[in-house]
Structure formats: structure tokens, C-alpha cells
């Protein structure tokens, strides 16, 4: 399945209710919130990477942040 293609369907599909919201300058914020070292920049590519990886394994990023139903 390529999820980029269903993504793009959806997001154009009339029936579906999309938000756009303004882009900002990520890299830009992060450093001036955050002490970034190495330099490091974000693109929209290594993004789309973290959030799959995310999707497909919650568990494994952020143990700390992900907890079992009690």
C-alpha cells in the first residue's frame, strides 16, 4: 500500500474536511528554543520517516511517554 498516495487522496477528497495551517520555519524555531548540537536540519523527508516509524512501533520511541492500558 503506498500510504503517501492514500494520504494525498484523502487530503483532496471533498468529503473529508482538511486544515492547512501556516507553515513556520521549523529548523529555525528549534534553534531558537533548543540547543541544538550536532547541527541538525529537518526536511520533510525525515519527518515523514519518524512519523511511520512511530505509527508502525509506538512502544519503541519514548517507552517513558507510551504506557500499557491499566
Avoid: C
Avoid at 17 to 22: G, I, Q, R, Y
Amino acid at each position: 500500500m503506498n500510504h503517501e498516495e492514500v494520504f494525498e487522496q484523502a487530503w483532496a477528497a471533498p468529503e473529508t474536511t482538511s486544515v492547512e495551517l501556516p507553515a513556520i520555519p521549523v529548523n529555525e524555531v528549534l534553534r531558537e528554543r533548543y540547543d541544538v548540537r550536532p547541527p541538525f536540519a529537518y526536511t520533510g523527508t525525515r519527518l515523514w520517516d519518524m512519523e511511520v516509524r512511530k505509527a508502525a512501533a509506538p512502544e519503541d520511541l519514548g517507552r517513558e511517554l507510551v504506557r500499557r492500558p491499566s
